[in-house]
């Protein structure tokens, strides 16, 4: 889990820590953060160019096949983080994507960073090629 080349382009979601989101002492539960990546990673290809009515429209479907994440601080309630996520390499089904989250008062801050491995699903319900579109989307400057 590396931080991006200078020509790929970085996406950033600002999400604000709410208290149903908690665990009994207080941090955000381990399993939220899996929430805020997700949101993240969708908030990414829209700004790529594609939205989910996109994706229905073409019958693409996107599936977690792996996920690595490592907890690096606690966040609590009212904590404004920013998650980045930047595309970390293609191969032929499969889009492999980088993310971190931050406090956004001081970027430096590392709370999270995940490294996820994503299947593209086409109208038959079988694995298809990362179109190229999207993969052009996710590493051209100009797409986020």
């Known amino acids: 889990m590396s931080m991006p080349k200078e020509s790929v382009p970085v996406s950033e979601t600002l999400i604000t820590v709410r208290s149903p989101e908690l665990d009994s002492f207080g941090h955000v539960n381990h399993a939220t953060f899996l929430n805020y ?81 994503v299947a593209w699903i086409g109208p038959d319900h079988r694995p298809m090629r990362v179109p190229v579109e999207v993969r052009t989307g996710l590493t051209d400057r100009h797409g986020l």
């Open 37 to 117: 990546l997700e949101h993240a990673r969708y908030e990414a290809l829209e700004a790529a160019g594609f939205p989910w009515s996109t994706l229905d429209e073409q019958g693409w479907q996107i599936f977690v096949v792996r996920i690595e994440v490592d907890y690096m601080r606690e966040a609590s309630r009212g904590d404004r983080l920013l998650v980045k996520t930047w595309s970390d390499g293609f191969r032929r089904t499969v889009m492999k994507l980088s993310q971190i989250i931050v406090s956004e008062d001081n970027p430096e801050i590392l709370i999270t960073r995940a490294l996820v491995s």
